[in-house]
């Protein structure tokens, strides 16, 4: 079974802080993505990687960055955190290109910037 | 560009009632579509999914059935049960070679016994 983990379930930090939100998954799945979610917004993609070191804009990339060294893991950085940033945020990954190829989630980080 | 729009929540259902979750879509092409659920705590979960006009995806007693004419692809589940009780999105994944999916933005089921 896939399985997708982030490092933190919760996370409280300061504004103006660069905050790093890890996330591993042990299936060797090609594609991994950072969502976030918030209420009455749904799930909102902010970056996709379709492989090492590769990295994609989703629909809301600003004020974030990722990092892909390795194939299983994929980081979300806030360079410098602000309160608007305060979310939940879900890692996702899957198989390889296009057609048919589900996402698999982690259980999410709940980020609370102050 | 692609969007999805499901019906507005919270929906309250008592047990064992009929659900209908409404879903439509916006896509160029052909695309894939999904339904995926969040169980309180947990990230979404894939429920049932169908990649081309009039194919139907089941899971766990729910289905959907893929609508190319009314661009539609609702969740239907027969007798819902307290265990249904979580956050249900509807999504479509475009074209070959797409690796996104497009969201809707969620209903929230909550069954009481």
């Known amino acids: 079974d896939v399985k997708v983990t982030q490092s933190s379930r919760y996370l409280v930090k300061r504004t103006g802080e660069k905050v790093f939100l890890e996330c591993v998954q042990d299936m060797d799945h090609e594609n991994m993505f950072w969502y976030r979610q918030d209420p009455g917004l749904g799930l909102r993609l902010i970056y996709f990687s379709y492989d090492v070191k590769m990295k994609e804009k989703g629909d809301i990339p600003e004020g974030y960055s990722v990092s892909r060294e390795k194939k299983e893991r994929f980081s979300l950085i806030l360079e410098s955190a602000s309160t608007n940033q305060t979310s939940m945020y879900l890692c996702?990954?899957?198989?390889?290109?296009?057609?048919?190829?589900?996402?698999?989630f982690g259980n999410g980080t709940r980020l609370t910037v102050t | 560009g692609n969007s999805v729009t499901q019906m507005e929540g919270p929906v309250t259902l008592s047990e064992e009632a009929f659900l209908t979750i409404n879903c439509t879509y916006t896509?160029?092409?052909?695309?894939?579509l999904f339904w995926y659920v969040q169980y309180p705590g947990e990230g979404l979960q894939l429920l049932l999914k169908?990649?081309?006009?009039?194919d139907k995806g089941s899971n766990k007693g729910f289905e959907a059935t893929y609508r190319k004419e009314t661009t539609s692809f609702h969740l239907e589940k027969g007798s819902v049960q307290v265990s249904d009780s979580a956050v249900y999105f509807c999504a479509l994944q475009s074209g070959a070679g797409s690796y996104q999916l497009t969201f809707g933005k969620g209903t929230k089921l909550s069954v009481i016994p």
């Open positions: 896509a160029t092409g052909y695309p894939s």
């Open positions: 169908a990649t081309k006009a009039d």
């Open positions: 996702a990954s899957s198989l390889g290109q296009g057609d048919n190829s589900p996402l698999h």
